[in-house]
T-cell receptor, first 114, second 113 residues
Framework: DTGVSQDPRHKITKRGQNVTFRCDPI?????LYWYRQTLGQGPEFLTYFQNEAQLEKSRLLSDRFSAERPKGSFSTLEIQRTEQGDSAMYLC????????????FGSGTQLSVL | KQEVTQIPAALSVPEGENLVLNCSFTDSAIYNLQWFRQDPGKGLTSLLLIQSSQREQTSGRLNASLDKSSGRSTLYIAASQPGDSATYLC????????????FGEGTQLTVNP
């Protein structure tokens, strides 16, 4: 069990640029989640996948955000035309579908938009 | 809309003290509640998960209780240690919101040697 892996750990970009983050879930996990966390706040749900299907998206996920999970394995989160308000920690989590579903989080990608 | 509140926002205690962290939620129609630990700049580590039909869960020095009808949960930490210093977050999964978790803002705990 190598845990949930996120890349990169840190990303600094200029306003208006596009950024892409990657998440590799625990290998047998069929659900994958993206959350966003700002300083001093709890994580906010963005979207989740069951296998390759994107089943739910938050209203926080504007049309500048897109997430994919091809083949039900790793996932990418892309932010187009970044804004300073996008600065946050982007967290990925994975889980197995079961009654006592527990989420396992990665260490996150810290995005700073200058 | 489900709202989750954690009190206190920050807590500082001497080593060895027993302590209680509180979590409340506005909609009692939850499927389960989960407590997490987060170290600075890191992801979240799951500590305990309580199903809506359960009253409590224990793991080592940690005990979490759930009173679904009153919309409250507590995390009890016995014999606190400096290594327990972290932010503790509770999150609820509603019965009707699919699979998303709604988080509180967390309690930042400092255990002083």
């Amino acid at each position: 069990d190598t845990g949930v892996s996120q890349d990169p750990r840190h990303k600094i970009t200029k306003r208006g640029q596009n950024v892409t983050f990657r998440c590799d879930p625990i290998s047998e996990h069929n659900r994958l989640y993206w959350y966003r966390q700002t300083l001093g706040q709890g994580p906010e749900f963005l979207t989740y996948f069951q296998n390759e299907a994107q089943l739910e998206k938050s209203r926080l996920l504007s049309d500048r955000f897109s997430a994919e999970r091809p083949k039900g394995s790793f996932s990418t989160l892309e932010i187009q035309r970044t804004e300073q308000g996008d600065s946050a920690m982007y967290l990925c989590a994975s889980s197995l579908i079961r009654k006592n579903e527990k989420l396992f989080f990665g260490s996150g990608t810290q995005l700073s938009v200058l | 809309k489900q709202e989750v509140t954690q009190i206190p926002a920050a807590l500082s205690v001497p080593e060895g003290e027993n302590l209680v962290l509180n979590c409340s939620f506005t909609d009692s129609a939850i499927y389960n509640l989960q407590w997490f630990r987060q170290d600075p700049g890191k992801g979240l580590t799951s500590l305990l998960l309580i199903q809506s039909s359960q009253r409590e869960q224990t793991s080592g020095r940690l005990n979490a209780s759930l009173d679904k009808s009153s919309g409250r949960s507590t995390l009890y930490i016995a014999a606190s240690q400096p290594g327990d210093s972290a932010t503790y977050l509770c999150a609820v999964r509603r019965e009707t919101s699919g699979s998303r978790l709604t988080f509180g803002e967390g309690t930042q705990l400092t255990v002083n040697p």
